[in-house]
Nanobody, 123 residues
């Protein structure tokens, strides 16, 4: 059974940094597709970044150059380093996983989800 647990969220001021972690069990990060999504109040969940089994990454335009997705396969853990945070980055952030290749960056492309971790950026 796949189990994803996020951590590392919190409250920071604009321009600050946070590092989110997602510990996976019942799943092998090295041979599959993983991603980060976020959902702000009143908005739909959106893809933030994905990483495939080869280490190739893809980012939403809104976070390019500020966020970095990575994974430690020895620890079976996914990360999201978030720098130069803006108030519009405020959202619940979710870790997501899919078996096999990354087919896309939409919600429908991922079958497993964590419970989320809140990120709040104040101006």
């Amino acid at each position: 059974q796949v189990h994803l647990v996020e951590s590392g969220g919190g409250s920071v001021q604009s321009g600050g940094s946070l590092r989110l972690s997602c510990a996976a069990s019942g799943y092998t990060t090295s041979s599959n597709c993983m991603g980060w999504f976020r959902q702000a109040p009143g908005k739909e969940r959106e893809g933030v970044a994905i990483i495939d089994s080869y280490g190739s990454t893809s980012y939403a335009d809104s976070v390019k150059g500020r966020f970095t997705i990575s994974q430690d396969n020895a620890k079976n853990t996914l990360y999201l380093q978030m720098n130069s945070l803006k108030p519009e980055d405020t959202a619940m952030y979710y870790c997501a996983a899919a078996y096999g290749y990354c087919l896309g960056s939409s919600e429908a492309d991922f079958g497993y989800w964590g419970q989320g971790t809140q990120v709040t950026v104040s101006s």
